[in-house]
């Protein structure tokens, strides 16, 4: 397992963790009344959560499959293989991303409440980056 | 990687033998890539680019010819006529 995969797989579970954290607390109604303001506030804290956890949880990972491996990871260097699966797996998560702030379009002209398009922001970025990490993990692991 | 199995062949398998069981990372260093593309090109999971194909044919001091083949597929020949 190379420092590239062990970076994606942290990413992939903080995202998770991040949106059941997220979605879980508006679905038990603890944030009932919520204005648009509000919304975004918590989604800019959970942005700022995920970046800082996600660094922490890939140093941690880093060191321990470097324990359990008794010696270095893999170096990070960057080949044509590499850039052609980033390009991918970007594109993958454009067209994630693209869809859910188009859903988010399609709620709000459905007469959804101004909130929901904080939520769908939230999503829709939530989306793409879990297609993102998805994607490469994938295509290291198929081609 | 992408649409179907590459018709790409190789023999670098062999030709890492051939050289006194080379190490997939010694080849990687030589080449310039990570042992990860080395393992998917030798496996034949991703086809390189032209110049890494150039490159791997150098580290064994053999032409290209000898350390790649191509297959047509039946769909490719019948495209080509």
């Known amino acids: 397992m190379s420092m590239r995969e062990v970076s994606a797989i942290c990413g992939l579970l903080v995202q998770i963790a991040i949106g059941i954290w997220f979605f879980g607390a508006a679905l038990s109604g603890q944030v009932a009344g919520e204005t648009v303001s509000d919304a975004a506030a918590r989604v800019l804290w959970a942005v700022l959560a995920m970046a800082v956890i996600t660094i922490a949880t890939t140093i941690l990972g880093a060191v321990l499959v470097s324990i359990v491996r008794r010696g270095e990871m893999p170096d990070g260097r960057t080949d044509e293989r590499d850039r052609l699966i980033n390009a991918r797996s970007s594109r993958n998560a454009y067209v994630a991303l693209s869809m859910g702030i188009a859903g988010t379009l399609i709620a709000l002209a459905l007469g959804a409440i101004p909130v929901v398009a904080v939520y769908g922001v939230f999503s829709a970025m939530l989306l793409g980056g879990i297609a993102e990490t998805v994607s490469q993990l994938t295509y290291r692991r198929l081609g | ?81």
Do not use: C
């Not at chain 2, 194909?53 to 769909?75: K, L, N, P, T």
């Open chain 2, 1 to 81: 990687m992408g649409k179907g199995r590459p018709q790409i062949t190789n023999v670098i398998r062999r030709l890492r033998f051939d050289a006194g069981e080379m190490t997939q990372a010694a080849l990687a260093d030589k080449v310039g890539v990570s042992r990860q593309t080395i393992v998917a090109i030798e496996q034949g999971r991703y086809s390189p680019s032209l110049e890494v194909a150039f490159r791997i044919a150098d580290a064994f001091g053999v032409g290209i010819e000898h350390v790649f083949g191509w297959s047509a597929g039946e769909g490719q020949q019948g495209d080509a006529k």
